[in-house]
Every structure is written in structure tokens, then in C-alpha cells.
């Protein structure tokens, strides 16, 4: 009965006795406390959305200036020098081959710089000669032309594939695959460079060996 009435007067002279008036410590850092972090979370969020939007801006206006483009690997030319299978002891294929890469950046504002390529030869799904070539760089719209000098040494291939050599021997069209792996750094003006590896599978065909032409040539360059 006693605590009742000191409660109710309590609860009727705060209302009449505002904090700020009487500048209450217990009273005032409550809601002073709340608000501070409710306006950060506000703060962060609304420079976290920002930051968003004006990465994406950034993007966006990167792209449309720079418009980058994947450069591209054509066999431009190639020779097919010696190629024979050799059967006394076993089954093996040797060839020479020299193949004119043509590296082309169609790039109107970003250089190319290539870091490490690699060139793989196959016949039928077999490896039959790789060649590694130092890397250089190309500036916007810029072609280099490489020549390489691949040699099949002794490599075994199984019976079904040198009846398929023989056989394409007599069609006079002998199809290989050029396989290619650049590590690629594309440089958007000075600040900003980006680094990838580009994939590259060139079918080519040729006539017989020796002094074998180019017959056709068909490429892909995907990252
Ligand atoms: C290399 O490729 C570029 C781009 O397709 C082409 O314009 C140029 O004529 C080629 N160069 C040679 C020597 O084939
Ligand atoms: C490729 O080799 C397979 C055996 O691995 C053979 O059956 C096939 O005929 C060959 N293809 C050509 C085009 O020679």
C-alpha cells in the first residue's frame, strides 16, 4: 500500500519536471545514446550504397571509353617442311612444321602485353610439338607476326591415327590443331591493368609434305 503512492508520484513528476529543464543526469544520455547509432548505421549505409553505384559508374565509364576487346591468334601462314611415320620400330610420326602467328590487338585505346606464350601442335587429339615464345607487347591496333619452328621427333602414334595420316597423305590434306596459351595483361591507359590467360585453338590444313602449303586456317580466342 505504502510503495503505490510514491510510485504514481514519481510517474506524475517526471512529466512535470522535464529532464532538459533541470538538466538530470540519469535522464538525458538515454536518448542521446540510441540516436548516435541508428544516424551512423544510416551514414555507413547510405556511403556503402554509394560507393556501389559510383564503382559501377566507374565500370560502366571504363567500358564505354575503353570498349576492350579480346586480341585475337590467326595463322596467317605455314609450311609443312618434312612428315613421315616411321615404322621399323614401332609406330611414330616425325614432322617439320613452321607456322607465321599473327598476334593482333583490335584494341582502339587499351595495349595489349602478352607475358608468356605457348604454342602446342597436335595431330588427332595427340601432342606432337610445343613451342614457347618470349612475350612482347602490342600497342592499340597493333599485329606482330611470329614465326615458329615446330619439330615432331620419334612421337608415337598409335596404328588408327597413322592410317588416318596415310589416309589424309593420299587426300593431299593433312589437318592439324594449333592449341595456344598467353598469359595476357591488358592495360587501360597507365593506372588500371588487368591480367588473364586467352585460349586459342586454330584449325589448320595443309597438302603434302614436303613444301606442304596452308590450305585453310580457322581460329578461336576465348578466355
Ligand atoms: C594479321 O591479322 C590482322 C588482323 O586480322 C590482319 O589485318 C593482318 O593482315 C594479318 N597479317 C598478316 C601478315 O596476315
Ligand atoms: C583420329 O584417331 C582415331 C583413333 O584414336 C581414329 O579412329 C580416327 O579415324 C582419327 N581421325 C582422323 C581424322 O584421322
Not at 556501389?52 to 566507374?58: F, K, Q, S
Not at 614457347?132 to 607487347?137: K, L, N, Q, T
Request: proline share 6%.
Amino acid at each position: 500500500m505504502a510503495s503505490t503512492p510514491t510510485h504514481n508520484l514519481n510517474k506524475v513528476t517526471n512529466p512535470e519536471n522535464p529532464p532538459t529543464r533541470h538538466g538530470l543526469a540519469g535522464a538525458v544520455p538515454k536518448p542521446s545514446k540510441a540516436k548516435p547509432l541508428t544516424w551512423l548505421f544510416g551514414i555507413f549505409c547510405t556511403l556503402l550504397s554509394s560507393a556501389i553505384i559510383i564503382a559501377g559508374l566507374t565500370v560502366l565509364i571504363i567500358y564505354l571509353i575503353f570498349r576492350p576487346r579480346s586480341p585475337h591468334l590467326f595463322i596467317s601462314g605455314a609450311t609443312l617442311n618434312a612428315g613421315h611415320i616411321d615404322t621399323d620400330m614401332g609406330i611414330y610420326l616425325n614432322a617439320d612444321l613452321t607456322i607465321l602467328a599473327n598476334f593482333s590487338n583490335p584494341n582502339h585505346k587499351v595495349n595489349i602485353f602478352f607475358s608468356y606464350i605457348e604454342l602446342d601442335l597436335y595431330f588427332n587429339n595427340t601432342l606432337i610439338a610445343a613451342q614457347a615464345i618470349p612475350g612482347f607487347s602490342e600497342r592499340a591496333g597493333e599485329t606482330v607476326l611470329r614465326s615458329l619452328h615446330m619439330v615432331t621427333s620419334e612421337v608415337v602414334i598409335g596404328e588408327a591415327k597413322a592410317n588416318g595420316w596415310w589416309k589424309q597423305v593420299n587426300e593431299n590434306k593433312i589437318a592439324m590443331e594449333v592449341r595456344g596459351r598467353f598469359r595476357t595483361r591488358s592495360d587501360f591507359g597507365t593506372l588500371l591493368h588487368i591480367t588473364y590467360w586467352l585460349y586459342s585453338h586454330c584449325s589448320i590444313v595443309l597438302s603434302d609434305p614436303p613444301g606442304g602449303v596452308l590450305l585453310s586456317s580457322s581460329c578461336r580466342t576465348k578466355r
